[in-house]
């Protein structure tokens, strides 16, 4: 399969970033028909389109719209979260910096369907270029009645607003974002069943939708087309519709982003990216460093579909798809993701505060050559200890690479522990170096 750009379609034509430029290629053909179907009618489209969330976990998306209460009582929010913080991620910036009449236009046909009254853009505050896209976007579609008062001449009103982050990892947790946007610490709420959904409580106690920006930029494609057509994509797989962005980077000829339709193979996502470079591949990340790495034979069989890539022992993720070649030191690539997660863990709730600041503490001194005999042992005890007991996903997403590098490269750790070094003496091994 080749890539199949749908929301990269004119991602390359600098006019697409104008009003006029997003109407001559379609833009707004789809809010224009949401405007003349019932809020329902819209919902069951993203539902028979098999729309999964896009930011890591693959939530079917029209149980969250469809979730906010039918009976409005209170304002309802539309939250998109563009914080894109895994490392490997940069599609939504991509997005962001060259479509952004797609996101705006995908946020007010969700605000239609859910009832919204308000959205907000929460943007990882290093994203300049792509804010001030989207500032200009949201200004041209408030001067042309697609935002504000009675949208299109129709009692639907909707006004979007953007907020940067301060480039904290924990804020793309969406209650660590909400928490955040509302001015208090970025730190994760309690979660169901022992608190509400957003989708009841979320944003001031208010019912809120949050999805990212890769999931909004589908909803004008779903709802222009349908919802038929667009499960046509991906139908191969086991329920993975429609197409996914990649962040393609590591020991590639030729990263970048690259939209492919689920169903693709993982070794054609690496042709794409120009094939391996410096030597045979070692291994791959699919899908952010959080998670779980694969071996040679699995990524020649893997599937790109998230239950596909469950079966080969990682996940879809958020799309950063890391490839390493033969000379890469899988321990110092898992001290260098360890430190990534403990320096970003917010320090709320004690496994993952705690857990994390362990498993540096016994990585330091491996890499130091003062490893000691079960050590690998322990790492994996501290990250079980870890893995479903903190407040939100960065106790998994600290947890899930270490336990994996040790499970397909426990050689490697061995040979570190017993002669206090390196097994790989490479370029690729020292950029790891500490």
Not at 21 to 49: C, F, H, P
Not at 96 to 106: A, N
Not at 237 to 266: A, C, D, M, Q, W
């Amino acid at each position: 399969m080749a890539e199949y750009k749908l929301l990269f379609e004119h991602t390359d034509d600098p006019t697409y970033k104008t009003l006029k430029g997003y109407k001559s290629k379609g833009g707004y053909e789809g809010l224009v028909k949401a405007l003349k179907m019932e809020r329902q009618a819209v919902i069951d489209e993203v539902k028979t389109s098999g729309l999964r969330g896009r930011g890591g976990a693959g939530f079917p998306s029209w149980i969250k719209w469809n979730g906010l209460p039918k009976e409005k009582r209170s304002p309802h929010y539309i939250l998109c979260n563009a914080d894109e913080g895994e490392p490997g991620t940069f599609k939504d910036k991509q997005l962001l910096e060259t479509c952004p009449f797609l996101l705006v236009e995908g946020m007010t046909i969700a605000g239609y369907a859910t009832q919204g009254d308000v959205g907000y853009v929460y943007i990882r505050g290093e994203f300049i270029d792509g804010a001030r896209a989207l500032r200009r976007a949201i200004d041209e579609a408030y001067a042309n009645n697609l935002l504000g008062k009675n949208i299109l001449g129709t009692d639907f009103s909707f006004d979007l607003h953007i907020h940067l982050g301060a480039g904290s990892y924990e804020c793309g947790e969406e209650s660590a974002l909400m928490s955040s946007l509302m001015g208090e610490r970025g730190m994760p709420r309690l979660k169901f069943p022992h608190a509400p959904l957003p989708t009841v409580s979320g944003v001031w106690e208010k019912p809120t939708l949050i999805n990212n920006v890769e999931t909004y930029c589908c909803a004008p494609h779903i709802i222009k087309r349908g919802g038929e057509w667009y499960a046509t994509l991906g139908a191969g797989t086991k329920n993975s519709r429609g197409t996914k962005i990649f962040s393609v980077s590591g020991h590639v000829n030729k990263p970048g982003n690259f939209e492919i339709e689920f169903g693709t193979p993982l070794r054609e996502l690496l042709e794409l990216a120009g094939g391996i470079r410096g030597g045979k591949i070692k291994a791959c990340i699919p899908g952010g460093s959080s998670m779980p790495v694969i071996k040679p034979d699995a990524i020649e069989t893997a599937i790109i579909g998230y239950e596909e890539m469950m079966e080969a022992k990682s996940m879809v993720g958020s799309g950063g798809c890391m490839f390493f070649n033969e000379h890469t030191d899988m321990v110092m690539l898992c001290w260098r993701t360890a430190q990534f997660y403990a320096n970003e863990s917010c320090g709320k709730c004690t496994p993952c505060r705690e857990g994390t600041r362990w498993m540096i503490q016994i990585l330091d001194r491996i890499v130091a050559g003062n490893g000691q005999p079960g050590d690998k042992e322990l790492l994996v005890d501290i990250a079980n200890q870890i893995e479903g007991r903190s407040f939100c996903a960065l106790g998994d997403a600290a947890a899930w690479p270490v336990k994996a590098f040790i499970r397909q490269f426990p050689e490697e750790f061995d040979y570190w522990i017993e002669h206090g070094k390196s097994p790989i003496k490479s370029k690729e091994a020292a950029a790891l170096a500490p």
